[in-house]
């Protein structure tokens, strides 16, 4: 299952809004909310926040993968932002984010989950994507992009 297997075109959001963490997070759930069926946000938001308690998702180079997963859904969903400001989000590197990407996967699917997230991180190890990524024009840039 690749990225762009996952990728609904309303889940990725060119120009987060966001100014702290907890609001990244709310605002990335709530977008899923809206066209995930059964996702309960308040639940999403607790089970982030509780993985962000054990350990930063702000891997460096300006990237977040918060995750996390949960009873009340039946498929992996992932969620793709860009905030053009950045964001503290305790990052190992202690930088802004500015490239999030969320996944939410079920309960039990955790193999598939740690496939997509080893995805995600291979993606975005290349230095030419990120910055593709930070320059593309709304979310129509950001979707062919992604898609590849």
């Known amino acids: 299952m690749t990225i762009g297997d996952l990728l609904v075109k309303e889940l990725v959001l060119p120009e987060l809004s ?3 963490k907890s609001e990244v997070l709310a605002e990335l759930v709530a977008a899923a909310g ?7 946000v308040d639940e999403a938001v607790k089970v982030l926040q509780e993985r962000e308690a054990l350990g930063t998702t702000g891997i460096g180079d300006t990237i977040a993968i918060p995750h996390g997963k949960m009873h009340s859904i039946d498929k992996i ?3 793709v932002g860009r905030s053009l400001t950045g964001v503290e989000f305790d990052a190992l590197d202690h930088k802004p984010c500015h490239i999030f990407f ?4 079920p309960e039990q699917v955790a193999g598939q989950h740690l496939r997509v997230l080893a995805n ?15 320059v593309a024009d709304g979310l129509d840039g950001m979707w062919r992009l992604l898609k590849g």
């Open 34 to 40: 809206d066209i995930v069926p059964g996702l309960d």
């Open 77 to 79: 969903v992932l969620v």
């Open 120 to 134: 995600i991180s291979r993606l975005l190890k290349d230095e030419a994507f990120r910055k593709s990524y930070m």
């Open 102 to 105: 969320l996944v939410l996967a």
């Open 18 to 20: 966001a100014g702290t």
